[in-house]
């Protein structure tokens, strides 16, 4: 069988190592998938996003990659920063723009 | 700058008190959310409106409600009904464009009920 990836609550990496954080999904019907980054203390901000038409997207040392036969999504950080430490949520968007949201990871980097 | 404000920040509460979070927006979103944020779990969705003077529950709508009067604003109060109002709230809007919906989020509001 396929292997997916396990979400975990936490993650802890070193520094300039690169980060994944995996996310399982649960409707069939979303078309459109969203990673957010939330800092301590403040407001979940985009980082980057999927449309189910794709199943891999890059932005600046982001990754985002897409299984659909499994519901399962990925993001991938480059070179982790200590900057990069947050907790990182995924979002599926269906039923006219509704946005559902996973747990979350935290990653922390270690320098 | 564009954005979506929140206050108060830190709100302390007796317990049988009514109190309301604000939200407030300068983007020309039509959407508006509330999500709720308990520790370690993900965003709840409260209530969500569309568009001014309507508004819709969302999963966790006990116990909250809202009004939509001006495309700006979209309060929250937080009755005496909610059995366990202790969270961080976040208001955020958006606008959706073939199905894309981007949310823009504020800095949140911790609620403390003593």
């Known amino acids: 069988g396929e292997s997916v990836g396990l979400h975990l609550p936490t993650l802890s990496v070193q520094e300039g190592d690169n980060s994944i954080i995996n996310c399982a999904y649960s409707?069939?019907?979303?078309?459109?998938f969203i990673w957010y980054k939330q800092e301590s203390g403040k407001g979940p901000q985009f980082i980057i996003d999927?449309?189910?038409?794709?199943d891999k997207r890059q932005g600046q040392r982001v990754t985002v990659l897409l299984n659909k036969t499994v519901k399962h999504l990925s993001l991938q950080i480059a070179a982790t920063q200590p900057g990069d430490s947050a907790v990182y949520f995924c979002?599926?968007?269906?039923?006219?723009?509704?946005?559902?949201f996973g747990d979350g990871t935290t990653l922390t980097v270690k320098p | 700058d564009g954005g979506i404000t929140q206050s108060p920040k830190y709100l302390f509460r007796k317990e049988g008190q009514n109190v309301t979070l604000s939200c407030e927006q300068n983007?020309?979103?039509?959407?508006m959310y509330w999500y709720r944020q308990d520790p370690g779990q993900g965003l709840r969705l409260i209530y969500y409106?569309?568009?001014?003077?309507?508004?819709q529950k969302g999963d966790i709508a006990e116990g909250y409600s809202v009004s939509r009067e001006k495309k700006e604003s979209f309060p929250l109060t937080v009755t005496s009904a909610q059995k366990n109002p202790t969270a961080f709230y976040l208001c955020?809007?958006?606008?959706?464009?073939?199905?894309?919906?981007?949310?823009?989020f504020g800095a949140g509001s911790r609620l403390t009920v003593l």
């Open positions: 955020a809007s958006s606008i959706v464009v073939l199905g894309a919906n981007v949310l823009t």
């Open positions: 409707n069939s019907a979303s078309d459109y």
């Open positions: 999927i449309r189910s038409n794709m």
């Open positions: 979002a599926e968007i269906w039923n006219a723009g509704k946005s559902t």
């Open positions: 983007l020309n979103h039509d959407a």
């Open positions: 409106s569309q568009i001014v003077n309507d508004f």
